[in-house]
């Protein structure tokens, strides 16, 4: 499952590269790769193997190149939630969400970091907005924020 997302993290900065006319930046002087499928592909090979800050330097850079792409905010935000660095996913994931309002997975991340921060109003609030997502159109979405929603619910109601 995590190669076939990495797969399309791929396909889809290098197709918004394309549609964006930006396919590649003036040499890069910091050594990093210049170009939105090379940083996504670098920061994700780096994240499979565990080096989690390596990662980030990449999707960071990519966030800062191209700053109206979600996939670089949705990557820093998997990359720092594995870091354990809660609030950098929070804010990443709340960019991805802003520029993304109708994904649910975006909504869904957010609200599993916010609970994790004890934050559980924020979470759910969150929950119910990738619930209304998954609403909106379900077709080959996971169910998860469903369930998650759910068993949070039941906690609040103690």
């Known amino acids: 499952m995590f190669r076939v997302k990495q797969s399309i993290s791929l396909l889809l900065a290098a197709l918004c590269s394309l549609t964006c006319g930006i396919s590649q930046l003036a040499g890069s002087e910091d050594g990093l790769p210049s170009t939105g499928p090379e940083l996504t592909a ?3 090979s780096l994240l499979e193997e565990g080096r989690v800050d390596e990662a980030l330097v990449m999707f960071r850079k990519a966030a800062a190149l191209f700053p109206s792409v979600p996939l670089a905010w949705y990557n820093i935000g998997v990359a720092a939630k594995r870091g354990g660095d809660i609030a950098e996913a929070v804010g990443a994931y709340e ?3 802003a520029l993304r309002p109708l994904d649910p997975e ?3 991340r957010l609200a599993s970091v916010l609970l994790r921060m004890g934050k559980q109003e ?3 609030e969150a ?3 990738a619930t209304a997502s998954l ?3 379900p077709r080959g979405k996971s169910l998860e924020p469903l369930t ?3 068993t949070l619910a039941i906690t609040l109601k103690k």
């Open 106 to 108: 975006g909504h869904h």
């Open 42 to 44: 670098a920061g994700s």
């Open 135 to 137: 609403a909106l159109d």
């Open 148 to 150: 998650e929603a759910s």
């Open 95 to 97: 960019r991805y969400r």
């Open 127 to 129: 929950y119910l907005e």
């Open 122 to 124: 924020e979470a759910w």
